[in-house]
């Protein structure tokens, strides 16, 4: 079959050698694409928000199957799109994506169905925030309802970084119409985990767990990111948070958004935290995280193809999801300044060591090619190192190794992804 997969980040390069690993995949096209991606899949230069031409390119070709799994365009109506041309896609309906596109429904819809989440209050209006802090405990957490790039989310620890937060957020716009409408939450304590599940609109099938590491300096000090590394799977994922969570927040999710008239298809991905009073969701993404993705699919033995299928038939009860007995670690390469200003164009060196070592990946996050052919900087972040082993030690020591095969002007990485894994017995 010939696919197209829309995107050009990490998550799209992971997502990208696990199809090309399908016996059912014969041909694969990506849109835009990006250096690392172009290695192994036709790229074609199509913005991921031009659903007139990425149809018709879909339909000249004779496209089986497309795949997007990036929050602007699931949310802005891709998938609808697609399917009013007669076209299969896998994805989230944009009357589904609400789910990621606004914080505020996600919110609500948690409170009206029971879903463990923190206490929250939302706000349109500036004035109105800012006298809700007057009475608040801190410290706080502030976030922008609508989509900001995994960003728009300020955890504040006095009354007056809060204001200050109101007036980024609400005032100055740091995040454009995403700071529209904010949700005002308590602050939660515990370990985060991330749990990313395929779903059919009424079943779901659980992939392996991961950990991100959001921070951009180590020790989690420093401005929100994207994410900066990953692992999986999360040792803190017990056997008993497993079972709260398939009680209590997997399933009823699911049956919410249907009950809803919002039938959920795609990948749904779990925020949580492991509070000491049990997971509470964090929040929803309507997507594979960026950059959880590079540590789940390279541990799933079962084709990609077949559960995106399932999915789009509402047959994943009959699918078997099955991963490898080992574990992964990622570790992503940034430009010197994400996630605020940095330069571009940086020539990257020794991406070839990677060639034919077969525990070892760097997907292409931020990459092009340049007018002489090398493959340059192009984003915050760059790379993502990912590395497997036996056990998630072995895994992190062999991501950090292979860290040292590339470089490029003012190249910086998390020394600590991981590093809470030193101080537990695995």
Not at 60 to 83: R, T, W
Not at 263 to 288: A, H, I, K, S
């Amino acid at each position: 079959m010939k696919v197209l997969l829309i995107g050009g980040g990490g998550r799209e390069h992971a997502i990208a050698a696990s199809l090309v690993k399908s016996p059912r995949v014969d041909k694969l096209y990506c849109a835009p694409g990006n250096a690392g991606i172009a290695k192994i899949a036709e790229c074609v230069n199509i913005g991921t928000m031009d659903f007139d031409k990425l149809t018709q390119f879909a339909q000249d070709n004779a496209i089986d199957l497309s795949v997007c799994s990036m929050d602007d365009p699931l949310c802005a109506g891709i998938v609808d799109a697609f399917e009013a041309k007669g076209l299969k896609i896998f994805g989230t309906r944009a009357n589904a994506a609400i789910i990621e596109g606004s914080k505020a429904f996600s919110k609500d819809l948690m409170k009206k169905y029971g879903i463990p989440t923190a206490a929250y209050e939302i706000f349109s209006d500036a004035d109105k925030a800012l006298k809700y802090l007057e009475t608040a405990s801190y410290p706080i957490v502030l976030k922008a309802s609508g989509l900001a790039l995994g960003k728009g989310v300020l955890i504040c620890n006095t009354h007056e970084e809060a204001v200050a937060g109101i007036g980024e957020l609400m005032l100055d716009k740091k995040f454009g119409t995403a700071g529209d409408k904010i949700v005002i939450e308590e602050f939660m304590t515990g370990r985060e985990v991330s749990v990313l599940a395929f779903v059919d609109g009424s079943h779901y099938k659980l992939m392996t767990s991961s950990q991100d590491h959001k921070r951009a300096g180590d020790g989690d000090t420093g401005l929100n990111t994207g994410g900066m590394g990953t692992f999986s799977p999360s040792p803190f994922y017990t056997p008993e948070v497993d079972a709260y969570c398939r009680e209590h927040i997997y399933q009823k999710t699911v049956d919410a958004m249907k009950a809803e008239g919002r039938p959920f298809t795609g990948v749904l991905y779990f925020g949580l935290m492991l509070t000491p009073n049990g997971p509470r969701v964090l929040e929803y993404n309507t997507r594979f995280g960026d950059p959880e993705t590079q540590v789940v699919l390279p541990r799933m033995k079962t084709d990609i193809v077949d559960v995106m299928e399932a999915c789009m038939n509402g047959t994943l009860d009959q699918i078997e999801l099955e991963y490898e007995d080992n574990a992964a670690v990622c570790v992503v390469l940034a430009s010197g300044g994400y996630p605020e200003s940095y330069e571009k164009g940086k020539v990257i060196t020794g991406l070839d060591t990677f060639d034919g070592k077969e525990d070892y990946f760097c997907f292409h996050a931020g990459t092009k090619f340049d007018d002489r052919g090398n493959v340059v900087t192009n984003g915050g972040r760059v790379l993502g190192v990912v590395a497997l082993g036996d056990d998630l030690k072995q895994a992190r020591a062999k991501a950090y190794e292979a860290t040292a095969w590339v470089s490029f002007d003012k190249m910086y990485k998390r020394n600590d992804i991981g590093k809470a894994l030193d101080s537990i017995d695995l």
